[in-house]
C-alpha cells in the first residue's frame, strides 16, 4: 500500500541522532514567579466573564446569521471577518513573546497596541477532504 503513495507523501523516520535523549526523571514543577490570587476573579482581556460573553455575544450572534434570521453557512472568510470584530472589540489586542534562558515562556498582552490581529495559515495541503453525511430527501 506504500507504494501507492507518492514520493512527496511518504514520511521519513528521524534519524535517533536528531531525537532528543530519554529520561526516566519526571521534569521538575516550575514556580511562577508572580504571585497566584486563587480568590481573585477571572478575567478574560482584562474583562469579567460576563462582561467578556456579552461582548462575544454582541459581536458574533448577528454575524452568525442573515438578516431574515436564517443560519450563515460557516465559511474561513465569516470566520476571520468575526475575529477581525471580536479584535476590534476588545481594543486590539497585541501578544509578544519572551524565552529566558531556562526556556520559560513569558507573554505580555498590550492593548490598543496591535495593527492587525494575527493570521495564522495552516497548510492542509496534505489532509483528507472532509466527509460530510448524506443529503436528506424532502418529503413528498
Do not use: C
Amino acid at each position: 500500500m506504500d507504494d501507492q503513495v507518492p514520493h512527496t507523501k511518504r514520511r521519513r523516520p528521524a534519524a535517533s541522532a536528531d531525537l532528543p535523549p530519554v529520561s526516566n526523571v519526571a521534569p521538575s514543577p516550575r514556580t511562577s514567579p508572580a504571585p497566584q490570587h486563587l480568590d481573585d476573579p477571572i478575567r478574560i482581556h482584562n474583562r469579567s466573564v460576563e462582561e467578556y460573553q456579552l461582548i462575544y455575544h454582541e459581536v458574533v450572534d448577528n454575524m452568525l446569521r442573515f438578516p431574515d434570521g436564517l443560519l450563515r453557512p460557516y465559511s474561513l472568510g465569516l470566520g476571520r471577518r468575526i475575529k477581525q470584530k471580536l479584535w476590534e472589540r476588545l481594543d486590539r489586542p497585541m501578544f509578544t513573546e519572551t524565552v529566558d534562558e531556562d526556556g520559560l515562556v513569558h507573554v505580555d498582552v498590550s492593548y490598543g497596541a496591535g495593527v492587525q490581529p494575527p493570521l495564522y495559515n495552516v497548510d492542509v495541503s496534505g489532509e483528507p477532504e472532509p466527509e460530510y453525511p448524506p443529503a436528506k430527501r424532502a418529503k413528498h
